[in-house]
């Protein structure tokens, strides 16, 4: 791969590290996502995965100033997400099944009585390893 060279057809950039182009397959610019579809088709000049005559041609630092950051804006400029919506919360009764609902509120009623909290017995049933 040389980067330094004016043409990028002729950088020979096909032979960069391949598996750095999949991730670029999904970056956020557009741009940035068709050279990286045209490098891994093996960088045709003619076909569905050929480069348009304003992008192939240029030299990368008219690339670089043409997509440039420096107003803080993308060109092109990146649609916005539709926003999801929030699950509702269900009031009441958190507990479909019947059963478990009124275990729950009969243990919770008689929340007033004092239990031992004695765990001796149910460590026993556990041996240490």
């Given at each position: ?24 397959l ?39 100033e043409?997509y440039?950051?420096k ?5 092109p ?22 059963d ?21 017995e149910?460590?026993k049933?556990?041996p240490?390893?």
């Amino acid at each position: 791969y040389l980067p330094e060279l004016d043409q990028p057809e002729y950088c020979n950039a096909q032979n960069s590290a391949l598996w750095e182009l999949h991730s670029l397959l999904r970056h956020y610019h557009p741009v940035v996502q068709k050279f990286a579809a045209h490098l891994l088709a093996g960088a045709p000049a003619e076909g569905s995965e050929a480069l348009a005559h304003d992008l192939g041609r240029r030299s990368p630092s008219e690339l670089f100033e043409a997509y440039s950051m420096k107003d803080m804006t993308f060109d092109p400029s990146i649609p916005s997400v539709a926003r999801r919506k929030k699950g509702k919360f269900l009031q009441g009764d958190l507990f479909l099944n019947e059963d478990v609902t009124k275990f729950v509120k009969f243990h919770l009623e008689k929340s007033g009585i004092q239990v031992p909290l004695d765990f001796a017995e149910d460590i026993k049933m556990f041996p240490a390893s």
